[in-house]
């Protein structure tokens, strides 16, 4: 029985290991979201983003979110683009 409950728990460690591994090594950097604007709006999008990014993160429903998980988040940029 000792054997067993041994056996169980060693199959349940590594199961948990190689989740943990999996999750390690199959992370990629987060996407980078652009926001075109025209060159004359370039400061005021930086703007507003970096007061956006002051705000705390919330779900959809406007609750705040209790752990960080804003690191999983797509990072956003302004980039301005000539008018054609």
């Keep these: 029985m ?3 409950i041994a056996l169980t728990t ?3 460690c590594a199961a948990a290991a190689a989740f943990a591994a999996t999750e390690t090594l199959s992370q990629r950097p987060g996407d980078v979201i ?3 604007v025209a060159p004359e ?3 005021e999008c930086r703007e507003t ?3 956006v990014a002051q705000r ?3 779900t959809d429903d406007g609750s705040p979110i209790l752990v960080d998980t804003t ?3 797509p990072g956003v940029v302004c980039v301005a ?3 054609a």
Excluded: K
């Design 71 to 73: 690191e999983d988040l």
């Design 56 to 58: 705390p993160a919330v």
């Design 81 to 83: 683009v000539p008018e």
């Design 41 to 43: 709006r370039l400061a």
């Design 2 to 4: 000792t054997r067993l």
């Design 34 to 36: 652009e926001i075109e």
């Design 10 to 12: 060693a199959a349940a």
């Design 49 to 51: 983003l970096q007061q």
